[in-house]
């Protein structure tokens, strides 16, 4: 069963990037039906959609986001990150890395869901 | 800019039948939205309950049910149960690989 692994720095530097890395195990990121994606909560609140990536490099972002956010995907290493550049207090948030089924033709929300790591932007 | 609309919080008593709804500031939600819902309870990661509008994911017990109610996305329990307080999001597919999460909602039972 296809797992996933978030892993990063719990806590990051306000003005900083926040750097996170997914990995994917016991199964491939080479997926034709599915897309690889992050979706954040800050404490207390709902949760937020960050953006996804396809196998190929394609990405989708958040526009809300869009200027400070890059991610990527290493097919060597089975792996996908997120990086989120000047960052500040509301940044601070449980980031999950999830997988998405979904192609052009249709959108099938998370099928599988990393447990989440904590990040906490300090000052 | 695009809001998802849940309500905050509602309660249901143990065995009887709520829906909850999602709704779109900018109009209708429909089939092309691709609704799905996810419960969460304190702690933990989301779980996928309804995708697609009304398909169940693997091993979500057959009271949840995902449908098209007026111009809302909906998911009624029925006949609820005290594990099933927890919070529940609605999720919209926008066009151009963008979703939106709903402000979910905060679930009671008693």
């Known amino acids: 069963q296809l797992q996933l692994q978030e892993s990063g720095p719990g806590l990051v530097k306000s003005s900083e990037t926040l750097s996170l890395i997914c990995t994917v195990s016991?199964?491939?990121?080479?997926?034709?039906?599915?897309?690889w994606g992050w979706i954040r909560q800050p404490p207390g609140k709902g949760l937020e959609w960050i953006g996804s990536?396809?196998?190929?490099?394609?990405?989708n972002y958040n526009p809300s986001l869009k200027s400070r956010v890059t991610m990527s995907v290493d097919t060597s290493k089975n792996q996908f990150s997120l990086r989120l550049t000047s960052v500040t207090a509301a940044d601070t948030a449980v980031y999950y890395c999830?997988?998405?089924?979904?192609?052009?033709?249709?959108?099938?929300?998370?099928?599988?869901w990393g447990q989440g790591t904590t990040v906490t932007i300090s000052s | 800019q695009t809001v998802v609309t849940q309500e905050a919080t509602l309660s249901v008593s143990p065995g009887g039948t709520v829906t909850l709804t999602c709704g779109l500031n900018?109009?209708?939600?429909?089939?092309?939205?691709?609704p799905s819902w996810y419960q969460q309870t304190p702690g933990q990661a989301p779980r996928t309950l309804i995708y697609?509008?009304?398909t169940r994911s693997s091993g979500v017990p057959a009271r949840f049910s995902g449908f098209i109610l007026g111009n809302k996305a909906a998911l009624t329990i029925t006949g609820a149960q005290a594990t099933d307080e927890s919070h529940y999001y609605c999720?919209?597919?926008?066009?151009?690989?963008?979703?939106?999460f709903g402000g979910g909602t905060e679930l009671t039972v008693l």
């Open positions: 697609n509008t009304d």
């Open positions: 016991s199964g491939s990121i080479y997926s034709s039906d599915h897309y």
């Open positions: 999830a997988r998405l089924h979904m192609t052009i033709f249709y959108f099938y929300g998370m099928d599988v």
């Open positions: 990536i396809y196998y190929s490099g394609s990405t």
């Open positions: 900018s109009g209708a939600v429909s089939t092309d939205h691709f």
């Open positions: 999720l919209l597919f926008m066009g151009s690989g963008i979703s939106v």
